[in-house]
């Protein structure tokens, strides 16, 4: 038995593939589908996964505006942000949110899934949201996929 051939590979800058791929968010849960985008962001689909390297592909999601919450979850569940001055807390329903910013909704559970790191910083920067079905990135050739 050659013991030599059963070398793990890890994954480089160098050596990753990183392809573009498009999501339709038109009728989707939102953890259900914040979810697969984050393991598609972070490369855990991928064969040669690496924890401490960004692997993942480029996601562009389409029709953001488009997404769904279960239950009463709509105007119950609350996100909290904090302006940094005294009495500066401020709450937001995701039915307010969505009206005015539609795409932050699907940007803030994607981002509550990546690590708290510096790779978790970057892995983001692979996340592209847009309310309508339009996108520039037209020129990166991505492929449309199902989740």
Not at 2 to 15: C, F, G, I, M
Not at 63 to 76: H, I, P, Q, R, Y
Not at 101 to 121: D, F, S, Y
Not at 122 to 140: D, F, I, R, S, W
């Amino acid at each position: 038995m050659n013991t030599l051939s059963y070398k793990t590979v890890s994954a480089n800058a160098k050596t990753v593939n990183k392809q573009w791929v498009v999501v339709d968010a038109q009728g989707e849960i939102l953890g259900r589908l914040s979810s697969k985008i984050a393991m598609i962001i972070r490369g855990k689909n991928k064969p040669e996964y690496t924890p401490h390297v960004d692997c993942g592909d480029n996601v562009i999601v389409i029709n953001a505006d488009k997404v769904k919450l279960t239950g009463s979850k709509f105007t119950d569940k609350v996100y909290t942000s904090y302006t940094g001055y005294p009495g500066g807390q401020r709450f937001i329903s995701p039915k307010e949110l969505m009206a005015k910013h539609p795409k932050r909704v699907i940007e803030k559970a994607v981002r509550g899934m990546l690590p708290k790191t510096k790779l978790g910083a970057k892995l983001y920067t692979n996340l592209y949201v847009y309310a309508g079905t339009e996108h520039p990135h037209a020129a990166q050739s991505p492929k449309t996929i199902t989740l």
